[in-house]
């Protein structure tokens, strides 16, 4: 079961977590707490359900950031990456 958080930064900035499993439930959540340009921060999130990450080009507005091989997943698909979550807030 995928755990998604949202915090909010600042009037505009905002980060969404997600730890567990990235299925469409959890893509779904992101979708839900992205409606301005968010980081999604998916460094403690398993891959299970890769058709799932096609879903991730709605949130086009946002910025990711994961970790080797899910970044290079998200690079292919034209996603903006980021390796750590102070690169992506900047």
Do not use: H, N
Request: proline share 3%.
């Amino acid at each position: 079961m995928p755990d998604v958080r949202t915090y909010q930064l600042g009037d505009t900035a905002w980060v969404v977590k997600v730890r567990g499993d990235l299925d469409s439930a959890a893509v779904a959540a992101v979708a839900r707490a992205t409606k301005t340009p968010a980081v999604v921060d998916l460094r403690e999130a398993t891959v299970i359900d890769v058709w799932a990450l096609d879903s991730l080009v709605d949130c086009s507005d946002a910025i990711f950031v994961a970790d080797r091989p899910l970044r290079d997943a998200l690079d292919a698909l034209g996603l903006r990456t980021e390796s750590t979550l102070a690169a992506a807030v900047l």
